[in-house]
């Protein structure tokens, strides 16, 4: 019988994510997803973290320079989509609408 390898996806971002998010991530990917809310102060920390767990995946919410920093080492990142809303109060809140994976990344700027 052969046996179905498992993948991991790293979720970097810095909140837990919802149940609903870990379902999808497992589904989508065939894999367990390790969750880890702490700050990273590099990119080079993301990728140490991503081979110390052997992870497959990464879901960030990242400046756009640690992206393109990803890219340029052959890491596509996955971010996940929200609706922002708000409750009768006026109060915000987050609904997940899915996820997206960065492949690429281009930014023109201008000096004013």
């Known amino acids: 019988m052969t046996k179905i390898e498992k993948h991991k996806v790293l ?14 991530l497992q589904v989508m990917f065939n ?6 809310t702490r700050h990273l102060n590099s990119v080079a920390e993301i990728v140490e ?3 110390n767990i052997g992870a497959d995946e990464v879901v960030v919410s990242l400046p756009d320079s640690w992206l393109c920093d990803l890219l ?25 609408i899915g996820f ?13």
């Open 11 to 24: 979720w970097l971002v810095g909140h837990k994510p919802y149940a609903e998010q870990i379902r999808e």
């Open 31 to 36: 894999a367990e997803v390790i969750v880890d």
């Open 49 to 51: 973290k991503m081979k």
């Open 72 to 96: 340029k080492l052959g890491i596509q990142p996955i971010r996940a989509k929200m609706r922002r809303l708000f409750t009768r109060n006026g109060k915000p809140v987050f609904q997940h």
């Open 100 to 112: 997206e994976r960065v492949k690429k990344f281009e930014l023109e700027v201008e000096k004013l």
